[in-house]
């Protein structure tokens, strides 16, 4: 299958609900960490897979992550729970793409849910080439996904910031293995 896109086929928008993604698992005792509760790698890990699953529905090319604003723990998630991912697209730029995903816990006992975690996520589409690619503008439609939408702008302003501090981080740091002589880390 040709992997490149054909850009005269992208259309203008799309609705969110075409990118809503579900996944549900369980916690096995491989999952969990001393605390007998879902390991926080594993939650990330599976953020990051129904997030990327989102993105590429919306825009239909590859995507690559771009930076991921937050993940926050909200709830321990134990054995005795079902762990659902729940991922849809926020906002777009112009070749950026807003993920929100939404964690929520089940207790099998009780029934009772809980939303456990959340977290932002923000991909972009690229070419074989790597070069990024204009994606499809978005329309919400639900109470959720306007709330999302509308707060969009002020994150990826938050994000333009902080990526510039990032890089301006990055420039200041070393790269030398300190354990070789005249490593700058001595
Ligand atoms: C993300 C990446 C493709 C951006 O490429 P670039 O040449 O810097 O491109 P640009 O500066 O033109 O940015 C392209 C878009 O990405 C967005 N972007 C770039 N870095 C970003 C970041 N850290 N957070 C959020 N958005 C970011 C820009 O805002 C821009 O969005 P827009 O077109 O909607 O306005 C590039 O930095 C990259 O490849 N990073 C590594 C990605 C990776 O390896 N991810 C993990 C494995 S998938």
């Known amino acids: 299958?040709?992997?490149?896109?054909?850009?005269?086929?992208?259309?203008?928008?799309?609705?969110?609900?075409e990118s809503r993604v579900f996944k549900t698992g369980r916690v096995f005792p491989n999952d969990v960490n001393n605390h007998k509760t879902l390991f926080g790698g594993k939650?990330?890990?599976?953020?990051?897979?129904v997030a990327s699953i989102s993105a590429m529905r919306h825009c239909r090319a590859n995507v690559?992550?771009?930076?991921?604003?937050?993940?926050d723990f909200l709830l321990p998630i134990r054995p005795t729970d079902s762990v659902c991912f729940e991922s849809f697209v926020t906002w777009t730029g112009r070749t950026s793409i807003e993920v929100f995903v939404k964690?929520?816990?089940e207790h099998l006992y009780t029934g009772e849910r809980a939303v456990a975690a959340t977290s932002f996520l923000t991909f972009v589409a690229v070419g074989e080439d790597g070069v990024p690619l204009p994606v499809p503008n978005i329309i919400p439609?639900?109470?959720?996904?306007?709330?999302?939408?509308?707060?969009?702008?002020?994150?990826?302003e938050l994000r333009k910031v902080r990526r510039a501090m990032s890089k301006?981080?990055?420039?200041?740091?070393?790269?030398?293995?300190y354990w070789e002589q005249n490593s700058p880390i001595q």
């Open 43 to 49: 939650l990330m890990s599976g953020i990051d897979e």
């Open 64 to 71: 690559v992550t771009a930076s991921a604003d937050s993940v």
């Open 141 to 156: 439609e639900t109470v959720e996904e306007k709330l999302m939408n509308q707060s969009a702008e002020e994150r990826a």
């Open 168 to 177: 301006k981080l990055a420039s200041q740091l070393n790269t030398s293995k």
């Open 1 to 17: 299958m040709k992997e490149d896109k054909d850009l005269s086929e992208t259309p203008a928008f799309k609705y969110c609900r």
């Open 103 to 105: 964690v929520i816990s």
